[in-house]
Each structure stands twice: as C-alpha cells, then as structure tokens.
C-alpha cells in the first residue's frame, strides 16, 4: 500500500520562504522517480519539480532559480524548498511519482493513485 502525506505548507508573504515535505510509505519512492505538483482553484493539476532515482530535476519554467527539489532516500522522504514565492504559487501541493525520458519529465496520470491531501500554499501581502 502507498501512502503519500504532505506537510509543510501555510501562509506567507511574498518574496518569503517555505519548506515542504513528502513522507513517503511503500516501494514507489525506491523504484520511480517523484515529483512535485500543484493545483490553483479552477485550473488543472501541474507538475512543477521532478527528481529521479538517480538524483536528476527538472523544473518547470514559472518556478526554475526559485524551488529546489530533494529526496532523502534513508527516511523515504522528498522536499520542496520554495524561495521568493509569489502570489501566483497559491495551489495546494501534491507529491507522486513523475516521469523521466530522456531529459524531459512527464506526469503521471491524474487517476494514478492514490493521491494524499495535499498541503495548502497561500502568498499574500
């Protein structure tokens, strides 16, 4: 069974700074590459960082130099560290598996379960 338990997220002012974290149960953590998504009110869900089992990221244009993505593999546990955030970053924040080919990343399906809570980013001044 695959558990996926976001934590991390809050309210904070632009340009400031949070940290969030994936804790991960069961064999997907070791056997795929995990990503971070998010999703705003009324929009689809976007992946926004990805890391490969061999330590490769990916980022999407609208957060490269801002977040970074991590995994620790010992505690089965990925990171997102968000930097100068803006209010266009406000979405819930998903963590699942993602796709590499070649050096493009793809997400997975969004029926590809199961899915955690998530954890509510909001930038606001």
């Known amino acids: 069974q695959v558990q996926l338990v976001e934590s991390g997220g809050g309210l904070v002012q632009p340009g400031g700074s949070l940290r969030l974290s994936c804790a991960v149960s069961g064999n997907i953590f070791s056997t795929n590459a995990m990503g971070w998504y998010r999703q705003a009110p009324g929009k689809q869900r976007e992946l926004v960082a990805a890391?490969?089992?061999?330590?490769?990221?990916n980022y999407v244009d609208s957060v490269n130099g801002r977040f970074t993505i991590s995994r620790d593999n010992a505690k089965n546990t990925i990171y997102l560290q968000m930097n100068s955030l803006k209010p266009e970053d406000t979405a819930v924040y998903y963590c699942?598996?993602?796709?590499?080919?070649?050096?493009?990343?793809?997400?997975?399906?969004?029926?590809?379960?199961?899915w955690g809570q998530g954890t509510q980013v909001t930038v606001s001044s």
């Open positions: 890391i490969s089992k061999e330590g490769r990221t």
């Open positions: 699942n598996a993602a796709i590499f080919l070649g050096d493009s990343v793809y997400s997975v399906p969004i029926d590809f379960g199961p």
